[in-house]
């Protein structure tokens, strides 16, 4: 059974940056897309950035702003997301996701992800 556990995130000033961690398992399939997404109050899950693993490659959408970055530890099954520069707009619940078996190619929404973890949130202050 795939199981997704993200960490890093708490409270951070605005200018300031958090790296957030997913650790995945029981993932056996040898490609897979894993994907960052965050959620505010009220709102859909909105797409950071993707990577296709074990070797990439990783692309980041528009709400990334070139703030964040994700990026892959095949040794330690870890997927991570640096986030930069932050500001209090940034504050979310941000969640880690993947697919299984074949690469992030046209996979874009949550609903494309069938597997999630709880999430952490992050808190930007003022």
């Known amino acids: 059974q795939v199981q997704l556990v993200e960490s890093g995130g708490g409270s951070v000033q605005a200018g300031g940056s958090l790296t957030l961690s997913c650790v995945y398992f029981?993932?056996?399939?040898?490609?897979?897309?894993m994907a960052w997404f965050r959620q505010f109050p009220g709102k859909g899950r909105e797409t950071l950035a993707r990577?296709?693993?074990?070797?990439?490659?990783?692309d980041h959408h528009a709400a990334a702003e070139d703030r964040f970055t994700i990026s892959h530890d095949n040794a330690k099954n870890t997927v991570y997301l640096r986030m930069n520069s932050l500001k209090p707009d940034d504050t979310a619940v941000y969640y880690c996701?993947?697919?299984?078996?074949?690469?992030?190619?046209?996979?874009?929404?949550?609903?494309?992800?069938?597997?999630w973890g709880r999430g952490t949130q992050v808190t930007v202050l003022a």
């Open positions: 029981g993932i056996a399939t040898s490609t897979n897309c």
């Open positions: 996701a993947a697919r299984l078996g074949g690469d992030c190619w046209g996979k874009t929404y949550a609903s494309d992800f069938p597997s």
């Open positions: 990577i296709n693993t074990p070797n990439g490659p990783a």
